[in-house]
Structures are given as structure tokens and as C-alpha cells.
Nanobody, 115 residues
Framework: QVQFVESGGGWVQPGGSLRLTCVASGFTFHKSPMRWYRRPPGQRQREYVAHISGDGDNIDYDMSVKGRFTISRDNAKSTVYLQMNNLKPEDTAVYYC???????WGQGTQVTVSA
């Protein structure tokens, strides 16, 4: 059974930083490209945030977070991370990790950026 457990969210002031963690299980993690998505308040659809290949060599970001967020992974721990710096109020959302070759989502972790 595919599972994702996200953590590390919270409240932070604009300009602050948070590091999100997603522990995955139920599939061969090191073979799966992973992504972070987010769902802002009041939106039904999740937004793409970042992508990392199975070996970590190929990384991509949405333009809205490029230069501020860093995605990484530790295949030995079946874990993917999202380091978020210089956070803005528009980054407020529930953040989810996702394996593009698997079905299923975790519960997400709430990030709130406000003064």
C-alpha cells in the first residue's frame, strides 16, 4: 500500500523558512520521480511546485518558487524534502508529496505565511 507522510509545516512570518519532509512507503522509492504539490486556500486543484528524478539528477521548479525552494531526496530513507526560504503569503497552502508513477496522496502539511 502506497503511503506518504508529510510533516514540517507550520506558521512563519514572511521572509522565513521551513523544511518539509515526506516519508514514502509501499513502493520502490529510488525508482520513482517525486514531486511536491500544494493546494492554496479556497482552491480545489493542487498546484505543481517541484520535481526530482529518482536519482536526484533532474530537478525542476515552478516559476513561482524558483530560487526560493529546494527539493532533495534521500533514497536510503525513502524521503523527499522541500526547503522553503524567503516565504511569501502566497505560499500559504497545504503541501503534498507525490510519486508520479504511483496512485495516492498523503494528508499533506499546512504551511501558513503571515505577519
Amino acid at each position: 500500500q502506497v503511503q506518504f507522510v508529510e510533516s514540517g509545516g507550520g506558521w512563519v512570518q514572511p521572509g522565513g523558512s521551513l523544511r518539509l519532509t515526506c516519508v514514502a512507503s509501499g513502493f520502490t522509492f529510488h525508482k520513482s520521480p517525486m514531486r511536491w504539490y500544494r493546494r492554496p486556500p479556497g482552491q480545489r486543484q493542487r498546484e505543481y511546485v517541484a520535481h526530482i528524478s529518482g536519482d536526484g539528477d533532474n530537478i525542476d521548479y515552478d516559476m513561482s518558487v524558483k530560487g526560493r525552494f529546494t527539493i532533495s531526496r534521500d533514497n536510503a530513507k525513502s524521503t523527499v524534502y522541500l526547503q522553503m526560504n524567503n516565504l511569501k503569503p502566497e505560499d500559504t497552502a497545504v503541501y503534498y508529496c507525490y510519486a508520479i508513477d504511483q496512485n495516492g496522496w498523503g494528508q499533506g502539511t499546512q504551511v501558513t505565511v503571515s505577519a
